[in-house]
């Protein structure tokens, strides 16, 4: 449920709507923009009369919800969702290029691989999975986002605890998971206080076996239409296959995915993991000026 506010709404009449909630033990939620002023109910809204608000004065209507998620939908946050990064920012009108190999082999290969990828254009802050909860501490430092990986994403024990933290998230699409899943995950990081979530769309599980998954390109526009956090794609684990990962890349960008994350290699043929669907460094180069002319026509920045 969500209050709508006059952009102009007299501070006491926001204060009787919180104070309101909080007394129905359910949570606030406030979400402020140039041209709106919302505050969701977040918590069982089954019985909460609708009407007790209308007769506070600054209150211009209530909207009921009928998603299951709250704090992921765009209903409660109307505006994009940008996510910083060290003195990066994923969401918006630019779009993030996250690329490097699938493991880190040797302490030369991973520094190769990340001279490469950012002279082609690519962020260096570091993505890390994270497979277990007790591991967190690990992360803390040295780790610039936390990724919780396809097989997880139900997976409630770990997404509780980097709920906890306030690192960025980045939260892999189950391999037969819905987009009403993806953002129920979410959903259940943002409750316990970190909103720092970008979304990734990497493939799902069909009946077609020429790629290693099948990429759902429709899902980018869907989740964007539903939510405010930003997504990418992994079209490297989407394929499975090297030469399908810059035609899809640029589809993915087309249909306005906030960024892509490539398996980037210096030696594929001889990788530990994933070499069949890893590019080198010169053809990820190739995909990034071809998706930068994509961007520059979408007025985006890379």
Same mark, same amino acid.
């Given at each position: 449920?969500?209050?709508?506010?006059?952009?102009?709404?007299?501070?006491?009449?926001?204060?009787? !709507?919180?104070?309101?909630?909080?007394?129905?033990?359910?949570?606030?939620?406030?979400?402020?923009?140039?041209?709106?002023?919302?505050?969701? %109910?977040?918590?069982?809204?089954?019985?909460?009369?609708?009407?007790?608000?209308?007769?506070?004065?600054? @209150?211009?209507?209530? *909207?009921?919800?009928?998603?299951?998620?709250?704090?992921?939908?765009?209903?409660?946050?109307?505006?994009?969702?940008?996510?910083?990064?060290?003195?990066?920012?994923?969401?918006?009108?630019?779009?993030? *290029?996250?690329?490097?190999?699938?493991?880190?082999?040797?302490?030369?290969?991973?520094?190769? @691989?990340?001279?490469?990828?950012?002279?082609?254009?690519?962020?260096?802050?570091?993505?890390?999975?994270?497979?277990?909860?007790?591991?967190?501490?690990?992360?803390?430092?040295?780790?610039?986002i936390i990724q919780i990986g396809a097989r997880n994403m139900q997976n409630f024990e770990l997404l509780?605890?980097?709920?906890?933290?306030?690192?960025?998230?980045?939260?892999?699409?189950?391999?037969?998971?819905?987009?009403?899943?993806?953002?129920?995950?979410?959903?259940?990081?943002?409750?316990?206080?970190?909103?720092?979530?970008?979304?990734?769309?990497?493939? %799902?599980r069909t009946f077609e076996n020429y790629t290693r998954n099948t990429l759902d390109l429709s899902a980018?526009?869907? *989740?964007?239409?539903?939510?405010?956090?930003?997504?990418?794609v992994d079209p490297s684990h989407a394929s499975g296959i090297w030469w399908m990962v810059e035609p899809?890349?640029?589809?993915?960008?087309? !249909?306005?995915?906030?960024?892509?994350?490539?398996? @980037?290699?210096?030696?594929?043929?001889?990788?530990?993991?994933?070499?069949?669907?890893?590019?080198?460094?010169?053809?990820?180069?190739?995909?990034?000026?071809?998706?930068?002319?994509?961007?520059?026509?979408?007025?985006?920045? *890379?």
């Amino acid at each position: 449920m969500i209050v709508v506010m006059n952009t102009d709404a007299d501070p006491d009449d926001v204060q009787a !709507v919180k104070s309101k909630i909080l007394d129905m033990k359910l949570e606030v939620y406030e979400s402020i923009g140039l041209n709106y002023h919302l505050i969701g %109910i977040v918590g069982d809204t089954s019985k909460v009369d609708a009407e007790s608000f209308t007769g506070i004065q600054s @209150v211009k209507k209530v *909207i009921h919800v009928q998603e299951p998620y709250k704090k992921a939908s765009r209903l409660f946050h109307p505006e994009d969702s940008v996510i910083s990064v060290g003195d990066k920012t994923i969401g918006a009108n630019k779009l993030a *290029i996250i690329a490097g190999p699938c493991s880190v082999e040797s302490r030369e290969q991973i520094i190769h @691989v990340a001279e490469k990828v950012r002279e082609a254009g690519a962020g260096l802050p570091i993505v890390v999975e994270l497979m277990s909860a007790d591991k967190l501490d690990l992360y803390e430092q040295d780790v610039d986002i936390i990724q919780i990986g396809a097989r997880n994403m139900q997976n409630f024990e770990l997404l509780k605890a980097v709920g906890q933290t306030r690192k960025p998230i980045l939260l892999k699409r189950g391999l037969s998971a819905t987009i009403e899943e993806l953002l129920m995950a979410a959903e259940y990081i943002m409750a316990g206080g970190n909103e720092n979530i970008i979304l990734c769309e990497r493939g %799902i599980r069909t009946f077609e076996n020429y790629t290693r998954n099948t990429l759902d390109l429709s899902a980018i526009p869907a *989740i964007k239409k539903s939510s405010h956090l930003p997504v990418i794609v992994d079209p490297s684990h989407a394929s499975g296959i090297w030469w399908m990962v810059e035609p899809l890349a640029k589809a993915a960008v087309a !249909v306005g995915a906030d960024g892509i994350m490539v398996e @980037v290699h210096n030696d594929p043929a001889n990788a530990l993991c994933d070499g069949s669907q890893s590019i080198k460094p010169e053809k990820f180069k190739h995909l990034v000026e071809s998706i930068r002319e994509i961007a520059r026509i979408q007025n985006r920045e *890379i």
